[in-house]
């Protein structure tokens, strides 16, 4: 089945502590994202990766980091959270960096992050 | 600033009837156009696009319409169903640097009562 993987689904941290949200997707996309939701703001997006080895700043980067060392995977790293970190994170791919506007992004499920 | 603005948080429809979402965009460079639906516990799901050089895009019970002169596009639903019940994000993308980059909106939270 075609999908993007995200673990864990829930995370509750303290503050400082690094943490790792993992993606992976299995549709050789070259595209992918994190996003971030909070109420009454939508989906904001993190940063983005149009291959490997290629990443680069959304919306609202700081205080988070990305890797694309391989095609399928990208995870989203925490070196310190704080509390305005705690969202839901939604990571996203696409077939093309074109196509996240002809294609549509799949989206993984989706980690509820609370840092305390 | 909002690029992309979906102006009413939610909509209530009654089963059968149209339901009708909003959104409207500021940046003229923007030339595709998607919704995507979201259930709760769940990622959004593309549901259906339109580029610029169309003014309808129809599938199944889902129709989006484009009017680029007023900068806006709706989605129609016709007829409305409890399973639609959800969130709808609007998003917007255009070359930007030779990018697709898609901007979002703030989402409609749709119910559809039986």
């Known amino acids: 089945e075609a999908q993007v993987t995200q673990n864990p689904r829930y995370l509750i941290t303290v503050t400082g502590k690094k943490l790792t949200v993992t993606c992976s997707q299995n549709?050789?996309?070259?595209?992918m994202s994190w996003y971030r939701q909070d109420p009454g703001l939508g989906l904001r997006q993190i940063y983005y990766s149009m291959n490997v080895e290629v990443t680069d700043k959304g919306d609202v980067p700081e205080g988070y980091k990305v890797s694309r060392k391989e095609k399928r995977n990208f995870p989203l790293i925490l070196e310190s959270p704080s509390p305005n970190q705690t969202s839901l994170y939604f990571c996203?791919?696409?077939?093309?960096?074109?196509?996240?506007?002809?294609?549509?992004?799949?989206f993984g499920s989706g980690t509820r992050l609370t840092v305390v | 600033d909002q690029q992309v603005k979906q102006n009413s948080p939610s909509l209530s429809v009654q089963e059968g009837r149209i339901s009708i979402l909003n959104c409207d965009y500021t940046n003229s460079m923007f030339d595709y156009f998607l919704w995507y639906k979201k259930y709760p516990a769940e990622g959004p799901t593309f549901l259906i696009s339109?580029?610029?050089?169309?003014d309808k895009n129809e599938d199944g019970r889902f129709t989006v319409f484009l009017n680029k002169s007023a900068k806006h596009l709706s989605l129609h639903i016709v007829p409305s169903q409890p399973g639609d019940s959800a969130v709808y994000f609007c998003a917007a993308s255009g070359s930007s640097g030779g990018s697709y980059i898609p901007t979002f909106g703030r989402g409609t939270s749709l119910i559809v009562h039986p």
């Open positions: 996203a791919s696409s077939l093309s960096w074109a196509g996240g506007a002809n294609y549509g992004y799949t």
């Open positions: 549709m050789n996309h070259e595209y």
């Open positions: 339109i580029s610029s050089i169309k």
